[in-house]
């Protein structure tokens, strides 16, 4: 049977290297082997505060990106996650499966809730809703950066339970995390995973930075005094971002790239020159799509249909194995 993936990303500000090589980039090669369903995940951008015309405004322009990307509205469903309700009467359940125990062990709430004044009740129950996500499409596979694992893991472990209390109703996913540009860290200070929430615009690569811009970040990356070109995460944290940055850019391994290069220099303007060439064309293509926001606002209608069918379904289906209805 082919499989089925499902992904999604937040439009909780602009979109960086880090999700394009750790996501992005996996979903559109996948797509025409897989049925895929991708989502722009507007309820979990909303477990910390929000401005409304912003959150909606960004909303859009992810979904313009997915396309850019060449997420295919012909071969994959693409909609925005509060336009099916199923998600938030699903992850309900879910939150009832699921442990205070378990959600309290999420290292992703410990960070952002760290970073937060106010702690929404949302934040610590993102897991759930996640989970409902996934499970609503049968999913097989999700690809995702390293940073979800444990979700991922947790979703495996609710969908389990579920199924052994109340008999078969969900499809236990795996995640999907590749060898290569999973996890993106961030230029100037390669201990940290590259992110679009935490403020350091010189160590973070946007997907829509000018190419002037990108090379700029690039030269400056911060790296080490001994000279080598090693790729070594734990002693050379920021000369192996670049060699997996660049090999996540033109599809090889950092261990095939580390004998090429005896200085610092080149490694640093070759890894420049091919993010540029894989991001200059989605650029252009984003321009493109919100040039013209009706056109993505009916493609997204039509999407939220697709995806309302297969999500009712799988909800009622759990409904029925609750006693509910
Ligand atoms: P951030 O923490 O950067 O604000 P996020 O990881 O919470 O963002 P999304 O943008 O929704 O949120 O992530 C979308 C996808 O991109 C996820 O699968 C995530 O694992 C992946 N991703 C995000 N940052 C990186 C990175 N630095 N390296 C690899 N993958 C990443
Ligand atoms: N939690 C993810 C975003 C996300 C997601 C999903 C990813 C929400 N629902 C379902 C894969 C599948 C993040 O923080 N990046």
Redesign the pocket.
Known sequence: MTPRVF????P??E?????Y????QRFVRDQTTTRSVFCV?DL?AITVPQDPGQLAQRTLDTAALYLACGIDPATSTLFVQSHVPEHSQLAWLLECTVSFGELSRMT?FKEKSDRQQFVSAGLFTYPALMAADILLYDTDRV??????RQHLELTRDVAERFNHRHGDTFVVPTADISAV??????LQDPTR??????DSPQGTVLMLDEPAVIVRKFKRAVTDNDGEVRFDPATKPGVSNLLSILAAATDTTPEALEGQYQQYGPLKADTAEAVVARLAPIQARYREWTADPTALRALLVQGAEQAHAVASATLARAQQSLGLG
């Open positions: 992904s999604g990303i937040q909780t500000g979109l960086t290297l880090g999700t090589l750790g996501a992005l995940v979990h992703q690809p995702v950066g390293d940073d979800q540009g999973a996890r993106v860290m961030d995973k590259m992110s679009k929430s935490v």
